[in-house]
T-cell receptor, first 114, second 121 residues
Framework: AQSVTQLDSQVPVFEEAPVELRCNYSSSVSVYLFWYVQYPNQGLQLLLKYLSGSTLVKGINGFEAEFNKSQTSFHLRKPSVHISDTAEYFCAVRPYNQGGKLIFGQGTELSVKP | GAVVSQHPSWVICKSGTSVKIECRSLDFQATTMFWYRQFPKQSLMLMATSNEGSKATYEQGVEKDKFLINHASLTLSTLTVTSAHPEDSSFYIC?????????????????FGEGSRLTVL
């Protein structure tokens, strides 16, 4: 079985400040890792993904994440946030060879203040 | 990227009626689609995996007679909430996997619809 834990339910931050959204996972099998963003009343948009190779992955909108296998973490970071980054962020894992099923974390609400 | 469309975006219905939500892959064929449910301020919970031409696979605790899923073609899956009650009010999101690309097939990337908000009065 797999589980995903996002350690912060809400993260308030001022504009242009750096931010880190934390994600830890548990799995008995290898997984792919994803971060999604959701704006109010909308579906999910993929920010970035880790499949293999370099553990530092870069995504859209200036976000990046680093896969740490020993700590089973996949934290999301951005060096300087904008008001428009205010949204809900979800970390997710997909186990290998399970047909595409995604297991989501609880979500982190990022609130960027001026 | 690939496009997945849901319809309707919003639906309000009376208790006891049935509501159908469509999920379409617009520019690729999706043999597998996934239906999620999201309560306010909460995460997405997988309800079922929809397989083209066969029965859906439901997650534990999801009533298959309550949430009917049909995947009759490679581009369309439907979720019907039967005899809806206020507790069924939620945001329903579908996703689809594009098997046509070998790289995507192996990476597990899914494309999500815009979501459908159901309110049962």
């Amino acid at each position: 079985a797999q589980s995903v834990t996002q350690l912060d339910s809400q993260v308030p931050v001022f504009e242009e400040a750096p931010v880190e959204l934390r994600c830890n996972y548990s799995s008995s099998v290898s997984v792919y890792l994803f971060w999604y963003v959701q704006y109010p009343n909308q579906g999910l948009q993929l920010l970035l993904k880790y499949l293999s190779g370099s553990t530092l992955v870069k995504g859209i909108n200036g976000f990046e994440a680093e896969f740490n296998k020993s700590q089973t973490s996949f934290h999301l970071r951005k060096p300087s946030v904008h008001i428009s980054d205010t949204a809900e962020y979800f970390c997710a894992v997909r186990p290998y060879n399970q047909g595409g099923k995604l297991i989501f974390g609880q979500g982190t609400e990022l609130s960027v203040k001026p | 990227g690939a496009v997945v469309s849901q319809h309707p975006s919003w639906v309000i219905c009376k208790s006891g009626t049935s509501v159908k939500i469509e999920c379409r892959s617009l520019d690729f064929q999706a043999t597998t689609m996934f239906w999620y449910r999201q309560f306010p301020k909460q995460s997405l919970m997988l309800m079922a995996t929809s397989n083209e031409g066969s029965k859906a696979t439901y997650e534990q605790g999801v009533e298959k007679d309550k949430f009917l899923i049909n995947h009759a073609s490679l581009t369309l899956s439907t979720l019907t909430v039967t005899s809806a009650h206020p507790e069924d009010s939620s945001f329903y999101i579908c996703s689809a996997r594009d098997w046509s690309s070998g790289s995507i097939k192996n990476t597990g990337e899914l494309f999500f619809g815009e979501g459908s908000r159901l309110t049962v009065l």
